[in-house]
């Protein structure tokens, strides 16, 4: 999200997603449980400024993990080996610009 105001915009959104926050415990790990729709509207309720929403982004941690998990997954035998590779191709950061 780009805006000219973030900080202010970022408290804004914590606090309305506070019951959504995946850590509950270490409140510096600011990740929540919303969708993009979930957010869009929440700014649109807070700013009546002109915010620009890049819906491509690089994720390349959260695509490695996701990986990962497939992975240990697999060797557990919960995973049949055909769907450990079906997925996409993690996006390079050129790919997502």
Known sequence: ???NDAPTLE????DEFDSHRLNM???RKE????????IKHAVSQFTDQS????????AQDYYETKA????L?????????EELYSSKA?????DVL
Not at 31 to 38: D, H, T
Request: charged share 25%.
């Open 31 to 38: 990740f929540f449980n919303v969708s993009l729709e979930e």
């Open 68 to 71: 990962m998990k497939k992975q």
């Open 90 to 94: 993690i996006p390079k950061f050129a």
């Open 1 to 3: 999200i780009h805006t």
């Open 73 to 81: 997954l697999a060797r557990q035998g919960k995973l049949e080996l």
């Open 11 to 14: 408290k804004k959104l914590h």
């Open 51 to 58: 915010v620009e929403f890049i819906g491509t982004a690089v």
């Open 25 to 27: 415990i270490n409140r």
